[in-house]
């Protein structure tokens, strides 16, 4: 089979620009594949590359970090790309999920706070918590603004601000929602303690104790603990390690089950790291319109792509008011600011009430700040290196785990995000590794606290929020070997 030369530039439709990076990709993949580019041999500069595809820089990057994260060239410091000298293969990946088609009763708390509180311990190895490190944040410049706020409007900001919340603030999220595909005015939004109060008062504001909620399974633990705390039920959907939620699957439960809401994370999932295609997310709310279903959207991990462009939100397709879109400052700017937001659509009113009684309002001071930060422009900066850096903790962390894991681990391949879902082979118990891990001072997170059943005991899920290190590669590789030894 002939391949095509990277002397002839890559032409494409306006609307296929953001396809682009395949395209690079793909080529550069035949070319090593068929031996034009050997072993060892340096590629072209991203600028080179650049100028003769016709294409921008960022396009030419994150072909690159594709062609990273499966192995096929390496970054070599002051010297450029080249053509892995030993092709590293990818471990498989895990397959789609199988949950039951009943409802259930969630029971998931007591076991949670157990391994949260366990997690936490400073003398840990993390790679427990899915918490982004505080080495990554712009702790120091944060605190300045905060310093700055605080000494400027002495008394504004120790008052009460009451929902919908900081309007400085709010003007800055509906600016930021564009790049999702968004169309929001400030006072469509409401301000939270966090995306958990955002996503718990938007249950609240479309269900009521004993209702059943569609998820995605396996799912994020405090969405379960929100489930349970409001005494709702459970309805698990299949879900694809790559692409998320099976629609189909999603479809037949609708017909069956009596689902009152969704409440799905659609951009980089906690813990698979799935993404649906944006043609995918049009067709789930096209879904669920027609029914009349609202759909409490998670996009806590949304801005975490690794690659420059950011995947839309199922907000960005929404018509009729139905989709409650959450998200929060806290896995990028401040874990310990606790400022979120809603867009609650036709639910906004009730959404007000019940922050209004839940918590009075948003502490102040940190919504002020939070908006100065975004508006000063340092924000986009600091994304776009949190971003590739976590890309490429990913990739280190995936490309160890079978090095030092035992024949048969199955890895997810997340393109944005920060964590790794891992099955074991089966006789592996997640939960006694948990333990055993935990007395050789190392962290994770056990499959069963994701499900609300408490199933997926031979899954553990894998942060990659800390910067690697030689001290977690040897956590990674101790344990491996209790895994193996457990085998």
């Known amino acids: 089979m002939p391949t095509r030369s990277l002397a002839s530039p890559i032409t494409a439709p306006p609307d296929a620009q953001d396809r682009l990076y395949k395209q690079v990709a793909l080529r550069i993949s035949e070319l ?52 892995r000298a030993k092709l590293w293969a990818p471990p498989p990946e895990p397959g789609k999920s199988r949950p039951t ?68 603030l709010r003007t800055q999220i509906a600016r930021r929602a564009m790049e999702s595909g968004c169309t929001l005015a400030p006072d469509e939004i409401v301000t939270t303690c966090g995306c958990q109060e955002a996503l718990n008062l938007c249950l609240r504001a479309v269900a009521r104790p004993g209702d059943t909620i569609a998820i995605e399974s396996p799912t994020y633990y405090g969405i379960l603990q929100i489930i349970e ?93 139905l989709v409650l879109l959450c998200d929060s400052f806290t896995k990028t700017l401040a874990p310990g600011s606790r400022v979120g937001w809603t867009a609650p659509g036709r639910f906004k009113t009730r959404v007000e009430h019940l922050k209004f009684i839940s918590s009075i309002g948003t502490p102040t001071l940190m919504q002020m700040a939070i908006a100065e930060f975004l508006a000063n422009g340092g924000y986009e900066h600091h994304l776009r290196k949190l971003r590739r850096v976590y890309a490429e903790q990913v990739r280190l962390v995936t490309q160890a785990i079978p090095r030092y894991f035992p024949e048969g681990t199955k890895v997810t391949r997340p393109t944005g995000g920060y964590v790794l879902w891992v099955e074991l082979p089966p006789q592996i118990n997640s939960l006694e590794l948990f333990q055993r891990a935990l007395a050789e001072n190392v962290s994770l997170a056990p499959g069963p606290i994701f499900s609300p059943k408490q199933k997926y ?23 491996g070997q209790i895994t193996g030894r457990m085998g």
Not at 254 to 262: P, R, T, V, W
């Open 101 to 168: 088609r009943s409802t259930t009763r969630v029971s998931v708390n007591e076991l949670v706070m157990d391994v949260l509180q366990a997690t936490h311990d400073p003398g840990l190895v993390g790679f427990g918590a899915a918490m982004p490190s505080m080495q990554l944040l712009p702790i120091q410049q944060f605190n300045r603004t905060i310093a700055s706020v605080a000494r400027r409007y002495p008394q504004q900001c120790n008052s009460c601000d009451i929902p919908p919340g900081n309007l400085n």
């Open 229 to 321: 705390s409001l005494g709702m039920r459970a309805c698990e959907i299949p879900t694809f390690p790559r692409h998320g939620i099976c629609l189909d699957e999603l479809t037949k439960r609708l017909g069956c089950c009596h689902i009152k809401a969704c409440l799905f994370s659609l951009n980089y999932s906690n813990p698979l790291g799935s993404c649906m295609p944006d043609e995918k997310k049009k067709r789930l709310v096209e879904i669920l319109a027609q029914r009349g279903i609202p759909l409490i959207e998670d996009d806590l991990y949304g801005t975490l792509s690794h690659s420059p462009q950011r995947p839309k939100t199922a907000k960005a397709f929404d018509k009729e008011g």
């Open 457 to 479: 005991e031979n899954f553990i899920r894998l942060s990659c929020g800390s910067p690697w290190s030689e001290s977690a590669d040897r956590a990674l590789l101790k344990l």
């Open 32 to 83: 090593i594949r068929h031996g034009t580019l050997r072993p060892g041999e340096r590629i072209p500069s991203v600028r080179a590359l650049s100028e003769r595809e016709s294409v921008s820089i960022s396009t030419v990057m994150q072909a690159y970090r594709v062609l990273e994260s499966r192995g096929l060239i390496e970054a070599r410091p002051q010297s450029g790309y080249y053509v």
